[in-house]
């Protein structure tokens, strides 16, 4: 069982940045394929980014934030971020990190951990 913890979510004014963190309970981070999503109020929740296992050579991203958003690793740290860059009122949702033990080519797989969420609120 890996447990998830995102942090780094708040309020920001659109043009803004933020970072987000997400901790995992597991000494084999590495090996596991790691995705951020989003949830906005009623809608559905969508992919927004996702790396490779180990080095994180392979990353995805939805067309919504390709150029403003950068996802990365650190399997020291046993935590992936999501820097978020010139953000827009549309970016505000709830984030959730997840953890995947297949390594799909490709934004979208099947993602067996998530976190709980951490609030990200764009104002314009």
């Known amino acids: 069982q890996v447990q998830l913890a995102e942090s780094g979510g708040g309020m920001v004014q659109a043009g803004g940045s933020l970072r987000l963190s997400c901790a995992a309970s597991?000494?084999?981070?590495?090996?596991?394929?790691m995705g951020w999503f989003r949830q906005a109020p009623g809608k559905e929740r969508e992919s927004v980014a996702a790396?490779?296992?180990?080095?994180?050579?392979?990353?995805y991203y939805a067309d919504s934030v390709k150029g403003r958003f950068t996802i990365s690793r650190d399997n020291a740290k046993n935590t992936v971020y999501l820097q978020m860059n010139s953000l827009k009122p549309e970016d505000t949702a709830v984030y959730y990190c997840?953890?995947?033990?297949?390594?799909?080519?490709?934004?979208?797989?099947?993602?067996?951990?998530w976190g709980q969420g951490t609030q990200v609120t764009v104002s314009s």
């Open positions: 997840a953890a995947s033990t297949l390594n799909t080519i490709g934004l979208n797989t099947r993602y067996d951990y």
């Open positions: 597991t000494v084999t981070f590495g090996r596991y394929r």
């Open positions: 790396i490779s296992s180990w080095s994180g050579y392979n990353k």
